[in-house]
């Protein structure tokens, strides 16, 4: 189906005040923004407009009962300077299975395409050229009807806004094993990408960090044994010579950078393996030296590296060297600077011009 995105651009750029050196996640953002909105059944008026503000019913349902969903995803540009999506099919997918599992309406999956390619094309001089950066972007649904009481909203908007970032971290990440606090459970909400998931993650991540860690390790609701993920991160662990990460349960996001690195490992003749992880075999493995590495994936911290976990009074110190994880993130760095083969057809360029309504 074709779309009519109607686009309004911004008069004057605010690109040359980024510093494209330091450029922390989520705090400058691009210069236009896509919305439509969801009436009487069906989406509406696409457009992109300079990036504003929402205004906001003190009734609109999602500030009260929680329907809002997101996604995060990532464009960077080859080597000749077209801008390039990472899988962008995965993550409409995925917004669509969050959509289900919050009652809300499916976003159609080609205008979601469409609508970050057009705000990407427009917005092509906030992708920061370097390695390891990219234009982050934040593609979110919620509910704005204006109602007090407990059923699905008939009204919803569909936003994508952007975000230039560097690395997120800059150092290998400690985490803290959370033994008093659950993040998610099999029939929850834990396997939608559901702004709910995150808001019960706050106060617990704010305790780790205070004692001085990253993120939280979260364990499984029933016994706090079996490892689900990390704050914003799928794990992996490297011992003895095989690679595991948790298997998908119900209450575990089903991370696309995860996917991407399991095909990725796979390329390079590794044995990966998904299934159920308890910590006390990580702690086995530590304790008997087969604790090779461990590495969290997601979009944000693409790769990131893991040189300690606390539970409880266990403190798991883990290498500082990572070849693994370190050859994984750079080789989904290459693929996405254009610098590597993309033999998995992972990235979508967008290389026509757009044709903009003043
Ligand atoms: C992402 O990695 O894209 C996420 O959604 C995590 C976010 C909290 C930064």
């Known amino acids: 189906m074709s779309y009519n995105i109607k686009v309004t651009k911004i008069?004057?750029?605010?690109?040359?005040?980024?510093?494209?050196?330091?450029?922390?996640?989520?705090?400058?953002?691009?210069?236009?923004?896509?919305?439509?909105?969801?009436?009487?059944?069906?989406?509406?008026?696409?457009?992109?407009?300079?990036?504003?503000d929402i205004p906001t019913h003190p009734a609109a349902m999602a500030l009260h009962y929680g329907q809002a969903i997101f996604e995060g995803m990532k464009a960077t540009i080859d080597t000749e300077g077209t801008p390039m999506l990472f899988r962008p099919k995965k993550n409409a997918a995925r917004l669509n299975f969050s959509a289900d599992r919050m009652g809300m309406p499916h976003f159609p999956e080609d205008l979601f395409?469409?609508?970050l390619?057009?705000?990407?094309?427009?917005?092509?001089?906030?992708?920061?050229?370097?390695?390891?950066?990219?234009?982050?972007l934040r593609p979110f649904m919620y509910a704005d009807e204006h109602f007090i009481g407990m059923r699905a909203a008939t009204h919803y908007k569909f936003i994508?806004?952007?975000?230039?970032?560097?690395?997120?971290?800059?150092?290998?990440?400690?985490?803290?094993?959370?033994?008093?606090?659950?993040?998610?459970?099999?029939?929850?909400?834990?396997?939608?990408?559901?702004?709910?998931?995150?808001?019960?993650?706050i106060k617990p991540t704010e305790i780790a960090k205070a004692k001085g860690y990253d993120q939280v390790l979260?364990?499984?609701?029933?016994?706090f044994n079996y490892i689900q993920e990390a704050g914003t991160m799928n794990l992996f662990f490297k011992i003895n010579r095989e690679i595991i990460t948790p298997s998908l349960d119900g209450a575990i996001l089903s991370g696309i950078t995860r996917m991407s690195v399991i095909d990725l490992l796979k390329d390079k003749c590794y044995k990966v393996t998904e299934r159920p992880i308890a910590i006390d075999e990580i702690i086995e493995a530590y304790n008997n030296g087969t604790l090779e590495e461990a590495f969290g994936t997601g979009t944000a911290v693409s790769i990131a590296m893991i040189e300690e976990i606390r539970f409880k009074d266990i403190t798991i110190h883990i290498s500082d060297e990572n070849p693994v994880g370190q050859m994984i993130s750079d080789t989904l760095n290459g693929i996405r600077s254009g610098n590597l083969e993309d033999k998995h057809h992972w990235m979508v360029k967008i290389e026509r011009e757009l044709d903009v309504t003043l």
């Open 117 to 136: 390619k057009q705000l990407v094309a427009l917005d092509k001089n906030w992708i920061p050229p370097q390695e390891g950066s990219a234009l982050y």
């Open 113 to 115: 395409i469409e609508g």
């Open 11 to 52: 008069e004057k750029s605010k690109v040359d005040e980024l510093d494209f050196n330091n450029i922390p996640l989520g705090k400058t953002f691009t210069d236009h923004m896509f919305i439509c909105d969801y009436d009487n059944g069906k989406w509406t008026n696409p457009r992109i407009e300079p990036l504003h």
């Open 218 to 223: 979260w364990l499984d609701a029933h016994n």
């Open 160 to 201: 994508i806004i952007a975000s230039p970032s560097g690395p997120y971290f800059s150092k290998p990440i400690k985490l803290f094993a959370e033994t008093k606090y659950i993040r998610a459970v099999e029939g929850g909400t834990g396997e939608a990408k559901a702004a709910g998931n995150y808001a019960a993650a």
